[in-house]
């Protein structure tokens, strides 16, 4: 990915007023990246720190969990702008230091002081991807690489690896396999935690056009994604899935509030 395409791009959308953010994030040891979703403009966002993400959630947006983890330092820190200018606001990460600055220069803003706001590390692909039609949220960081398959496939550009990560496992707890269907909106769920294992069937529901439903392990051994569609014409209209303990499932609706429905299967 040509990194002077995205300055080009990013900068022909600074057209309309947004609202400015720039707390200073400390990272510490591998510090947890979480992932934010502002279900009004389409943005993700991503920041190490705790207060920042509980403000934010305060503020509306989704928290969708911790996205990966990344080293307290390295030799490749990643940095933060922010456009005041694009409807909603919007922000871009980065680890070229002179890429941030091109676009402070015309007219960003540094968040974080100028510091990175993590780093990149290990060796879990954290990938990027770019929707050169969106003014907010243009540029999608993600673990998942069903997810960014995903947005390759509904029209986005570029599927390059943005930096590296570690995969988060969260903690797991007593699971009971479920006895009664349920739904899960967009986010990701930790299955053993949030999700109970077992085999399910899972349709899409809410509306006609498809989700995508993406569920891995930790390493990655197994890294399944289904798109589903209740039409059956861009995608399955079910599917039977089996979860494991500790599997991680995120769910990417093409409409906010779109969910899928699991199905318990006896």
Do not use: C
């Not at 979703?37 to 928290?63: C, I, L, M, Q, R």
């Not at 039609?133 to 243009?138: F, K, R």
């Not at 069903?146 to 390759?152: A, F, H, V």
């Not at 303990?245 to 899928?260: E, F, L, S, W």
């Amino acid at each position: 990915m040509k990194k002077s395409v995205i300055i080009t791009a990013a900068a022909a959308s600074v057209l309309a007023v947004g609202v400015t953010s720039a707390t200073t994030v400390k990272a510490h040891a591998d510090s947890n990246v979480y992932r934010l979703y502002n279900p009004n403009t389409g943005e993700h966002f991503y920041t190490t720190s705790t207060a920042e993400k509980n403000a934010d959630v305060k503020a509306g947006w989704n928290n969708e969990g911790i996205g990966w983890i990344a080293p307290s330092s390295s030799k490749s820190p990643v940095y933060r702008v922010y456009n005041p200018n694009a409807k909603g606001g919007d922000h871009y990460y980065t680890k070229n230091k002179g890429e941030a600055s091109a676009l402070v220069k015309l007219g960003w803003k540094w968040d974080n002081n100028e510091k990175p706001v993590f780093y990149s590390g290990y060796n879990t692909a954290i990938y990027v991807a770019y929707n050169p039609n969106a003014l907010s949220g243009a540029h999608n960081y993600t673990a998942s690489l069903g997810e960014e398959n995903n947005l390759i496939k509904l029209g986005w550009k570029y599927k390059a690896i943005a930096w590296y990560g570690k995969a988060y496992v969260a903690p797991a707890k007593p699971s009971t396999p479920a006895s009664k269907s349920f739904t899960k909106g967009e986010g990701t769920y930790t299955v053993g935690n949030q999700i109970a294992a077992g085999k399910y069937t899972v349709t899409s529901v809410t509306h006609s056009v498809g989700t995508l439903l993406d569920y891995n392990t930790a390493d990655y051994s197994v890294d399944n994604s289904l798109y589903l569609d209740s039409t059956g014409k861009y995608g399955d209209k079910s599917a039977t899935i089996t979860l494991t303990k500790d599997m991680t499932v995120t769910i990417v609706p093409t409409h906010t509030g779109d969910t899928v429905a699991f199905i318990p299967v006896k």
